[in-house]
C-alpha cells in the first residue's frame, strides 16, 4: 500500500497577524513571565524573611522580629513576582523573536 499527500480542494488565506495564533507565538514568553514570576517571588520572599528575622533579632523585642519579617516577606513576595514576570517574558519575546523567528 502506497502512501500519498493529498491536499485539500479549497483553502482560506490567512494573513500574517493570524498566522501568529497558529505557529504559537507568545506563549513561550507569557509561560517564562509566569514561571519567573513565581520564582523570583518566592526567592525574595525567603530570602527578605531571614534578612528581617535576623535584623530583628539583634534589635528588636520578639513582636518586632516576627512584624519585620512578615513585612520583610510580603514585599518581597510582591517585588519578586513582578521583576520575575517582566524578566521572564522579556527573556521569552527574545526567544521567540530572535531564535525561533516568530513575529
Not at 49 to 59: E, R, V
Amino acid at each position: 500500500m502506497e502512501m500519498t499527500l493529498r491536499l485539500p480542494n479549497n483553502y482560506v488565506e490567512i494573513e500574517e497577524e493570524e498566522m501568529m495564533y497558529l505557529d504559537g507565538g507568545g506563549w513561550i514568553a507569557n509561560t517564562l513571565a509566569v514561571c519567573g514570576g513565581i520564582a523570583w517571588s518566592i526567592a525574595s520572599a525567603v530570602s527578605r524573611a531571614i534578612a528581617g528575622a535576623s535584623i530583628g533579632t539583634i534589635t528588636l523585642p520578639l513582636i518586632g522580629t516576627v512584624s519585620l519579617a512578615a513585612v520583610g516577606a510580603i514585599s518581597g513576595a510582591v517585588s519578586g513576582f513582578i521583576a520575575g514576570t517582566v524578566s521572564g517574558y522579556t527573556l521569552g519575546r527574545y526567544i521567540e523573536t530572535k531564535i525561533l523567528k516568530w513575529s
